[in-house]
């Protein structure tokens, strides 16, 4: 299969159209993080206006990963089965129909349901946005478009906190300030519907003819390496939804500044975090250096997380800018890294972003809901924060285990060719079949 794309490649070129897919991605990416994070800026109106506290507002916030969790092997089931163009749409479809479903709630379950369906969306678009990358991008700029997509997310993550606070200022309702992103998905849904096509080239549609029905989520479960893999990034993901689900209202309860103000300094955090994506994501580019850029995420948000936490003026900014960069380098350098591995495809891919998407969305379903739950403990929400943001030792420990990429490794799977190394150095590997 590995010489299959790489004819491709040599044969026909990259197509132009590959940025125009990675356009509606970016926008997606944007809208995806602005749904996730908006009501964050808004936390203490949401909660003023549907009568609830710290713990069950991080449920309500965290049913979106609850959802993403139990619904992202749709993901790998729709691009087998409908490809991925309409697996897109399905995705955007689910994601604006959750924003728009807020205009209407009034109570704790009613933002959960809202929350579920966006959840849905998020678990079937990022294992194929992935896919996509894969299938349009040549080989030399794998590294560049997976850095551009993380980065908008983190991109996104600023304007959302920016949006909901102005929108608040202007004096719009919450409620609006999360219905608005839903009606732009659904345009970008409809976009999506009249540009999107499949690949032109013959030597394409082979790739897309072998991937159907070769049982990629199976193929992917039985690689050792995913799991570590999965752990490390239960963990990063852990602290990561800990401090953009209550970092507004950190900076509020704790350090006492208004709704506007909190959300300006929050924003701090993402924005560092675009950099942090440029930076690794560039780097990730050596396949040799990827495990350590692994490391060396985890290490800067321990570092950033105590300036951050106990720090006043420009320490706290200090902390903040540690911090996004610790946060967001890991996040291209992990898909870089699973589209080096040897065999790779986009189908297997999609299927290795599934079983990371559950571990990671697992832990963000848990962690707003344990950060709410001990906060309103003796604790406090910034020693819950503290307590919470350790979880990157386990983090540091599970990536010193993966094996580095551009090396031969010793990673195998039984298929019924007998067993091959998945993790082989190219001039090892196994003619493809």
């Known amino acids: 299969m590995s010489s299959i794309v790489s004819d491709a490649s040599a044969s026909t070129g990259p197509s132009a159209y590959r940025w125009l897919v990675l356009g509606v991605l970016l926008l997606t990416q ?25 713990a069950q507002f991080g449920f309500g916030m965290a049913a979106t990963n609850f959802s993403t969790t139990v619904f992202v092997v749709l993901s790998s089931v729709f691009v087998d089965r409908i490809g991925m163009n309409r697996t897109l749409a399905c995705g955007l479809g689910a994601l604006a129909l959750g924003g728009i479903t807020t205009s209407a709630i009034s109570n704790l379950a009613g933002f959960a349901l809202a929350r579920g369906f966006q959840g849905l969306g998020i678990a079937i678009i990022y294992p194929v946005a992935s896919a996509l990358i894969m299938q349009w991008f040549p080989t030399e700029e794998k590294a560049y478009a997976n850095t551009l997509f993380v980065a908008f997310a983190f991109v996104g993550t600023a304007v959302a906190f920016l949006s909901t606070s102005l929108m ?116 990730a580019k050596k396949a040799t250096i990827q495990k350590h850029l692994l490391l060396t995420s985890s290490g800067l948000v321990l570092l950033g997380s105590w300036p951050l936490l106990f720090g006043n003026g420009w320490q706290t900014i200090a902390g903040l800018v540690i911090t996004g960069l610790g946060l967001s380098g890991l996040v291209p350098v992990h898909s870089t890294y699973v589209m080096s591995l040897p065999r790779i495809t986009p189908s297997l891919v999609t299927a290795f972003l599934v079983v990371t998407n559950v571990t990671t969305h697992l832990a963000g ?69």
């Open 30 to 54: 944007v809208l995806i993080q602005t749904s996730l994070y908006g009501p964050a800026a808004a936390a203490s109106a949401i909660q003023k206006g549907l009568r609830i506290d710290n």
């Open 168 to 283: 608040s200022v202007a004096g719009l309702s919450w409620k609006t300030s999360l219905f608005l992103p839903g009606l732009a998905t659904l345009a970008l849904m409809l976009l999506w519907f009249l540009l999107a096509r499949e690949p032109l080239s013959p030597v394409d549609a082979r790739v897309q003819m072998h991937l159907v029905g070769r049982g990629s989520l199976a193929k992917a479960i039985r690689m050792p390496v995913i799991w570590t893999l999965a752990i490390a990034l239960f963990a990063c993901r852990w602290v990561h939804e800990a401090y953009l689900f209550f970092l507004p209202l950190f900076l509020q309860k704790e350090k006492g500044l208004s709704i506007h103000t909190s959300a300006h300094l929050a924003s701090i955090l993402p924005w560092s975090g675009v950099a942090g994506i440029l930076i690794f994501g560039v780097l």
């Open 365 to 433: 379903f848990i962690s707003p809901i344990a950060v709410g739950k001990v906060s309103q403990t003796s604790l406090g929400l910034k020693y819950a924060l503290v307590f919470f943001s350790a979880m990157e030792v386990v983090a540091i420990a599970s990536f010193a285990l993966l094996p580095a990429t551009g090396n031969p490794q010793t990673v195998f799977e039984k298929t019924e060719f007998g067993e091959q190394s998945l993790l082989a150095a190219p001039g090892n590997r196994l003619k493809d079949h």
